[in-house]
């Protein structure tokens, strides 16, 4: 069997028995112009939102959201690396299918698989016109082909809603998709352009000058914030904790605007709106690595045809579910198999590879390693969601430390591949203060839950009980107590890995 047809029976093998429609989240008979979807990503923000039980930042668009919606607690991204989750977000695919191993930007040079079929090409085939406003960070281009960019900037959200506005009023018999992406709170690059004087670290603009146009900075006491158990709780890392609040709730004026926009147009009742972050804080403990902070992420979703509101689901979903959830609203999904309705993946035209397709990662067009839980709109829980899988390999090119990861409620167990290297650091988290604070008293300084030494240098298998020890501090792995329990895991990676056709698998043998 070649590796084309290994992929392609690997992903029949892992499509979900089942996608309910029944309670789907809106009646059958809805138009199709009356099923818009906006799918709002920050970057880099961890469930720090009040109505996630943050009681000082001050988050009052996120929190009315949730109260019009379903908000879930155990909702992860599978790698926490800005665009590695993106293109999972955009094609319901593991990284280790899509291609797209890491960073897309600069020389970094990743990019997905020249014939993998993304979000927003299904839609465009399913009768949507299609836009990204903000950060995009994901290539080539033609895989994540949008019919419309509206232009940034990515660190004034209320200025890229106001943007928006023209392509949300557009009249039109196509609904519409808009693909809505901040710069905040992701540590600062490049983005002095955009204020008249150099903003700081986390893009917030000097105190006295002009800021943002039409937006009120929120500032915050270091002392006040909350230091979430998997960061050192010293004056350096409430710091930046204090600049981290100040750029989500710019990102919460930038959604209290879009919100606005919808309304006034008369779409909000007609649109299906997502909260959701590309992964986790950009700390080390979090970003980049799959520990909780990493990869725990808000997930709010807004069903406007769902029946009820203001509800918690503690159903565990990932990142590959969005895809499939937004196809399932659009009604671009078999209802039985969970795959691409056949007229809809017949009018995509092939995209083959430039290379030799005998060679190169592809996978089955209209098939996805998630499945939509647009049923759970409005339920507290649910049957046969309590379990999800990462994958990570690269965040920047130099940063080659694969994982795989299966999560459970109370279990979870990380494979650290290259385990035998000292774990790569992002550049801006290598700089962070809260970092370097902690480096500078010596390998055996705590940091979180660990010590430098222990966060640098890591076992090949971390097992932890989340139920007794949440902020994954006490390594289970080497235990002969939990020697079946690692085995029973270990068992769940490597079929997790022959499902969704991981290259990586090999490694369960080799070296």
Request: aromatic share 12%; with cysteine; proline share 8%.
């Amino acid at each position: 069997m070649n590796r084309r047809d290994f992929l392609g029976t690997s992903l029949l093998a892992s499509a979900p028995a089942t996608a309910p429609r029944s309670g789907a989240g809106f009646p059958a008979a809805t138009p199709m112009s009356k099923r818009n979807v906006v799918l709002f990503v920050a970057d880099d923000h961890s469930p720090d939102m009040g109505c996630y039980g943050n009681r000082v930042i001050r988050t009052p668009n996120m929190d009315r959201l949730a109260t019009e919606g379903t908000r879930f607690t155990h909702a992860f991204c599978t790698t926490a690396s800005c665009s590695a989750s993106r293109s999972v977000i955009l094609t319901g695919l593991h990284n280790h299918a899509n291609g797209h191993y890491g960073h897309q930007h600069h020389y970094h040079k990743f990019g997905s698989f020249d014939n993998i079929v993304s979000l927003p090409v299904y839609l465009s085939h399913a009768g949507y016109r299609t836009a990204r406003c903000g950060k995009f960070h994901v290539a080539p281009e033609t895989v994540y082909k949008f019919e419309t960019a509206i232009p940034g900037p990515g660190r004034n959200p209320v200025q890229m809603a106001e943007n928006c506005r023209k392509f949300i009023e557009q009249t039109s018999d196509k609904p519409f998709f808009l693909y809505f992406c901040t710069d905040d709170p992701h540590r600062s690059g490049d983005f002095a352009d955009e204020l008249p004087h150099k903003p700081n670290r986390f893009g917030n603009p000097p105190p006295g000058s002009a800021g943002y146009r039409g937006v009120t900075e929120s500032t915050y006491d270091p002392q006040e914030v909350q230091a979430p158990g998997y960061l050192p709780d010293t004056p350096a890392a409430r710091a930046e904790i204090a600049q981290y609040y100040q750029s989500i709730s710019r990102i919460d004026q930038g959604l209290g605007r879009l919100v606005q926009v919808l309304r006034e147009s008369g779409k909000f009742e007609e649109t299906l709106f997502f909260y959701i972050s590309d992964h986790g804080i950009a700390m080390p403990n979090a970003k980049t690595t799959l520990y909780d902070g990493g990869m725990n992420s808000p997930c709010v979703m807004r069903n406007p045809y769902a029946g009820s509101r203001g509800v918690t689901s503690n159903a565990m979903i990932s990142w590959t579910d969005l895809t499939p959830t937004i196809l399932d609203f659009a009604g671009a999904l078999e209802p039985e198999s969970g795959r691409l309705r056949r007229e809809v993946l017949e009018r995509i035209p092939a995209n083959r590879s430039r290379s030799d397709p005998q060679e190169t990662s592809v996978t089955t067009r209209g098939e996805f390693h998630g499945r939509s839980f647009l049923s759970l709109a409005g339920r507290e829980s649910a049957q046969g969601w309590d379990e999800v899988y990462a994958s990570h390999t690269f965040h920047e090119i130099q940063m080659y430390y694969p994982m795989r990861v299966v999560r459970g409620r109370r279990y979870k167990l990380i494979w650290n591949i290259a385990y035998p290297l000292p774990y790569p650091f992002a550049s801006d988290l290598w700089a962070a203060p809260t970092w370097q604070a902690q480096f500078r008293l010596g390998l055996d300084a705590p940091y979180g839950p660990r010590t430098v030494r222990d966060y640098i240098q890591r076992p090949q298998f971390e097992l932890f009980d989340l139920q007794n020890d949440p902020y994954e501090r006490v390594n289970l792995a080497p235990d002969p107590k939990h020697a079946g329990l690692l085995e029973e895991f270990k068992g769940k990676l490597k079929a997790f890995q022959k499902r969704t056709a991981d290259p990586w698998i090999m490694k369960w043998d080799y070296e």
